[in-house]
């Protein structure tokens, strides 16, 4: 089996959201031989303690991450802007203790002054928190996947030169395949702005749920968090069922092309190295 481990999953904690279940999870990633394992839940670090300790119970190495929410002025704004989502996403990672204490303070301001719909973080805090801590770009709802998708080249180029500048070689662009068309748009212009910046792309697959025939159940969860019926077609829905644990051979098929894709999530997986003191 290729190297590969995942670095975006969103476990149980992952409110009404993720499906992944700890002991079923790390059965799967020693059954795909994969050393280590990320936990980042949305906006929240809920299961961070429970996810070290049974992580390595099972010989996995535990990653604790967030996919944070960001603002895109002030964490402190409570209004809708035309134009402007409530929050993007970015992807954080624990490389040590100081990035671990980094995000439950980021967290936690997120929660205790940036709610507003969701926990959200803002530039601020994060230019003042981001110390040992690796960013991920997110999904298409991260905020350089975004500003791709807008076909606005000035604000993908003013973003990344944030990003980039705040986190120099602990950046990295996140490709994902999921069927999602507006994801292949992100991924071959991320491609190549990963070679004009010089900044490495890394294979995720935003893990929601476990395995491919559990999408429905899934979807069933989405709809007691959005109080819809399966009837209801508006309703919050994932449109396609590509959102699972998959293995390192199907993200390598996926990423044929970019094998180095693969390979940085083990060179990531090698930069974190949280110890939680659970004695005190």
Do not use: W
């Not at 590969?4 to 149980?12: C, E, P």
């Not at 968090?225 to 051979?249: A, C, E, H, I, M």
């Amino acid at each position: 089996m290729p190297d590969f481990v995942h670095l975006h999953l969103h476990t149980q904690y992952s409110l009404l959201d993720g499906a992944i279940r700890f002991d079923r999870l790390f059965k799967a990633a020693n059954d795909y031989r994969m050393p280590a394992c990320a936990i980042t839940d949305h906006g929240n670090m809920f299961g961070a303690a429970q996810f070290y300790l049974e992580a390595g119970l099972s010989n996995i190495k535990p990653i604790i991450g967030c996919e944070a929410y960001i603002a895109p002025r002030s964490r402190h704004d409570q209004k809708r802007v035309k134009g402007e989502d409530i929050a993007y996403h970015v992807v954080l990672l624990a490389m040590n203790t100081t990035g671990y204490q980094n995000l439950l303070k980021l967290i936690s301001l997120a929660h205790l002054e940036g709610f507003y719909y969701q926990p959200r973080i803002d530039r601020e805090i994060l230019t003042e928190y981001n110390e040992g801590l690796i960013c991920l770009t997110a999904c298409i709802k991260g905020e350089i996947p975004n500003s791709i998708l807008k076909g606005d080249d000035a604000l993908v180029r003013r973003n990344i030169d944030y990003y980039l500048g705040l986190f120099g070689d602990r950046l990295f662009f996140e490709l994902q395949d999921n069927g999602l068309e507006e994801q292949k748009v992100v991924n071959e212009r991320l491609i190549e702005l990963s070679s004009y910046y010089n900044v490495p792309i890394v294979a995720t697959n935003d893990c929601h749920y476990l395995r491919r025939e559990e999408a429905k159940a899934h979807e069933l969860l989405l709809c007691i968090q959005t109080g819809k019926t399966v009837n209801d077609k508006d309703r919050l829905s994932f449109s396609t069922d590509q959102f699972y644990f998959k293995s390192p051979d199907e993200i390598a098929l996926a990423f044929s092309r970019y094998p180095e894709a693969l390979s940085n999530t083990m060179r990531i997986a090698e930069m974190c190295n949280v110890t939680i003191d659970m004695k005190t």
